[in-house]
């Protein structure tokens, strides 16, 4: 995907700073806010603003928080895992900041631009993506806590930064708000950019995200008729379809994809720190920059992909015994080593060709037990191993967890190498992050036919994504795919989703809004490979939405704090 050149995207503008602080940079609004060029920088820092890591710069860490990965403290989640977060944990309280802080941005290009004496079309663009930006920011704040204070373009932060006491607006409100914005974003902004401004916000990423909003409020028709436009160019030829590749849309290759709706463009290579820390945080010890795995798939994931049959995975067809004997799981996948050199290795090319039969996102989205990934060692590319053995090391050519775990990798989003160069620092990796995909897009639509009683329809859009991999459709004719009535296909939509969408942080917010996070996180105890206990997931039915920060109800006592935080 070509991106938008992002060295702009650090400027700060006049509103770039949190709603509880005083202005800690600004640009004097007397010499800026003059240009059309003004206009496309002050847009950029709202954009810049989406990879702050409390914000979207680790959204795919949302992931740690259900069924399909885990995690531990490095990224501020562990609290929220273990079900020990309060109202003063400082991930509560950054998400809340930092969302505002996007919110405010956006507020300050909507209020000057306005009344910029620069082109219409221009203005009428700028405006529609702030518009756009401003809606995602308040979506992400309604979806973790709930009813919040609106700020809109009247609030001037220069001027009433000491004075923002609002109280929390309903759900409603919030809803409403974000839907009048999309509204207007939707008839501003164009179809398609110029090659050059790849990445801006379009009006299929407004729409897409108008439907995405009806459907986390269940009104099915609404959230339908939007992501039928977007899947079926009702309103206008969008070109967007899924790509032919699934493994190449996390890489480069896949950027200039029409499936690509919105995504957050990152950059890397010497002098360009544009990027997100998904190697970073995703990557293993083996990875450019020797990384730390605070996100790592969950072995419930990995059972989740079927057979390439379609038929579910069972690991007692091939191992009987296996699911509930740990001494098994040993003989299955442990290996020794002395140094390096491996003194018994299980059998490896059985367990190869158990892979080789599987859903092939699999292997595409993780890397699996003896597989391979290309690494970087003694500053160089290397292919590590990921060999289930005590004393694995990237030193030896294997790929070692931070943890000691034994646990599935990503693949996904992670640095090959050294990506040829373009990656120069692990905490920018220049792989785009789609927030915003056809894919998903589509599963949504099948979930909203499906609950309005289309059944036939919704099954059509699943099967879209599911032969895109070469994987059978639903009802071609194995009796495990066959599935009739809406509770089947629900149930489908569940796991496709799931498998598809893995490692993109959609997952926590799906279980939210099924009413699944408790029955799919309460208490379980996830466990590595070789059934060892990894960490316990705590849950409570108060924890459905955050606390409102502490800090904040002190500051501003209009504020109320959700059920169950006093």
């Given at each position: 995907?070509?991106?938008?050149?992002?060295?702009?995207?650090?400027?700060?503008?006049?509103?770039?700073?949190?709603l509880d602080t005083k202005p800690y940079d600004k640009v004097s609004a007397g010499s800026f806010w003059k240009t059309e060029e003004h206009a496309l920088q002050g847009v950029m820092g709202v954009y810049a603003d989406m990879k702050e890591h409390p914000l979207f710069g680790l959204y795919n860490m949302y992931?740690?928080?259900?069924?399909?990965?885990?995690?531990?403290?490095?990224?501020?989640?562990?609290?929220?895992?273990?079900?020990?977060?309060?109202?003063?944990?400082?991930?509560?309280?950054?998400?809340?900041?930092?969302?505002?802080?996007?919110?405010?941005?956006?507020?300050?290009?909507?209020?000057?631009?306005?009344?910029?004496?620069?082109?219409?079309?221009?203005?009428?663009?700028?405006?529609?993506?702030?518009?756009?930006?401003?809606?995602?920011?308040?979506?992400?704040?309604?979806?973790?806590?709930?009813?919040?204070?609106?700020?809109?373009?009247?609030?001037?932060?220069?001027?009433?930064?000491?004075?923002?006491?609002?109280?929390?607006?309903?759900?409603?409100?919030?809803?409403?708000?974000?839907?009048?914005?999309?509204?207007?974003?939707?008839?501003?902004?164009?179809?398609?950019?110029?090659?050059?401004?790849?990445?801006?916000?379009?009006?299929?990423?407004?729409?897409?995200?108008?439907?995405?909003?009806?459907?986390?409020?269940?009104?099915?028709?609404?959230?339908?008729?939007?992501?039928?436009?977007?899947?079926?160019?009702?309103?206008?030829?969008?070109?967007?379809?899924?790509?032919?590749?699934?493994?190449?849309?996390?890489?480069?290759?896949?950027?200039?994809?029409?499936?690509?709706?919105?995504?957050?463009?990152?950059?890397?290579?010497?002098?360009?720190?544009?990027?997100?820390?998904?190697?970073?945080?995703?990557?293993?010890?083996?990875s450019f920059g020797s990384c730390w795995n605070n996100g790592m798939p969950s072995t419930r994931l990995a059972d989740m992909y079927e057979n390439r049959d379609g038929t579910p995975f069972n690991w007692d067809d091939h191992?009987?015994?296996?699911?509930?004997?740990?001494?098994?799981?040993?003989?299955?996948?442990?290996?020794?080593?002395?140094?390096?050199?491996?003194?018994?290795?299980?059998?490896?090319?059985?367990?190869?060709?158990?892979?080789?039969?599987?859903?092939?996102?699999?292997?595409?989205?993780?890397?699996?037990?003896?597989?391979?990934?290309?690494?970087?060692?003694?500053?160089?590319?290397?292919?590590?191993?990921?060999?289930?053995?005590?004393?694995?090391?990237?030193?030896?050519?294997?790929?070692?967890?931070?943890?000691?775990?034994?646990?599935?990798?990503?693949?996904?989003?992670?640095?090959?190498?050294?990506?040829?160069?373009?990656?120069?620092?692990?905490?920018?990796?220049?792989?785009?992050?789609?927030?915003?995909?056809?894919?998903?897009?589509?599963?949504?639509?099948?979930?909203?036919?499906?609950?309005?009683?289309?059944?036939?329809?919704?099954?059509?859009?699943?099967?879209?994504?599911?032969?895109?991999?070469?994987?059978?459709?639903?009802?071609?004719?194995?009796?495990?795919?066959?599935?009739?009535?809406?509770?089947?296909?629900?149930?489908?939509?569940?796991?496709?989703?799931?498998?598809?969408?893995?490692?993109?942080?959609?997952?926590?917010?799906?279980?939210?809004?099924?009413?699944?996070?408790?029955?799919?996180?309460?208490?379980?105890?996830?466990?590595?490979?070789?059934?060892?206990?990894?960490?316990?997931?705590?849950?409570?039915?108060?924890?459905?939405?955050?606390?409102?920060?502490?800090?904040?109800?002190?500051?501003?006592?209009?504020?109320?704090?959700?059920?169950?935080?006093?």
């Open positions: 995907m070509k991106r938008i050149l992002i060295a702009a995207l650090t400027l700060v503008v006049s509103g770039c700073f949190d992931d740690n928080l259900s069924d399909i990965a885990l995690g531990y403290d490095g990224t501020g989640l562990g609290d929220i895992i273990a079900g020990t977060f309060t109202n003063r944990t400082g991930l509560v309280v950054d998400r809340w900041k930092r969302a505002f802080d996007g919110v405010q941005r956006a507020n300050t290009v909507i209020r000057n631009v306005s009344t910029m004496d620069i082109s219409d079309e221009v203005k009428t663009t700028v405006i529609g993506e702030a518009r756009f930006l401003r809606a995602l920011f308040y979506f992400n704040l309604m979806n973790l806590f709930g009813g919040v204070p609106i700020y809109d373009e009247s609030t001037d932060l220069n001027k009433e930064f000491n004075t923002l006491l609002k109280p929390r607006n309903t759900e409603d409100e919030v809803r409403a708000f974000i839907i009048n914005d999309l509204d207007q974003a939707i008839a501003a902004l164009p179809v398609s950019y110029p090659a050059a401004q790849y990445g801006r916000a379009t009006k299929s990423a407004a729409i897409a995200l108008r439907g995405k909003v009806y459907l986390y409020n269940k009104e099915w028709a609404k959230a339908a008729q939007d992501l039928e436009d977007v899947v079926y160019n009702k309103s206008a030829s969008f070109g967007h379809t899924l790509y032919a590749n699934y493994a190449d849309l996390f890489r480069p290759v896949g950027h200039a994809s029409s499936e690509m709706i919105f995504a957050i463009q990152n950059k890397g290579g010497v002098g360009f720190p544009y990027g997100m820390p998904l190697t970073f945080y995703l990557g293993t010890r083996s191992f009987p015994g296996f699911n509930n004997s740990d001494a098994v799981k040993k003989q299955v996948f442990e290996a020794t080593q002395n140094a390096g050199v491996l003194t018994s290795v299980p059998d490896t090319a059985k367990l190869g060709e158990i892979y080789r039969n599987r859903d092939p996102r699999m292997t595409q989205t993780l890397v699996v037990p003896y597989a391979w990934q290309l690494g970087w060692n003694a500053n160089q590319p290397r292919w590590m191993q990921l060999v289930i053995a005590t004393g694995a090391n990237e030193n030896f050519g294997q790929i070692r967890n931070n943890r000691g775990w034994h646990t599935y990798v990503w693949r996904k989003f992670v640095a090959e190498g050294n990506m040829n160069g373009d990656i120069t620092d692990r905490a920018h990796t220049p792989i785009n992050f789609p927030l915003i995909r056809l894919a998903d897009v589509i599963l949504m639509l099948a979930e909203a036919y499906n609950e309005m009683g289309e059944v036939d329809k919704a099954i059509l859009e699943i099967n879209k994504v599911r032969q895109r991999s070469s994987m059978p459709g639903l009802n071609s004719g194995n009796p495990a795919l066959a599935v009739s009535g809406q509770d089947q296909v629900r149930q489908r939509i569940i796991h496709e989703r799931a498998v598809e969408l893995a490692c993109e942080g959609h997952r926590y917010f799906d279980l939210k809004r099924w009413g699944l996070l408790k029955a799919y996180t309460g208490g379980v105890i996830e466990r590595g490979i070789l059934g060892d206990n990894l960490l316990t997931r705590g849950f409570q039915d108060r924890h459905v939405l955050w606390p409102i920060p502490g800090q904040e109800i002190e500051m501003n006592p209009a504020l109320t704090q959700n059920p169950g935080w006093d």
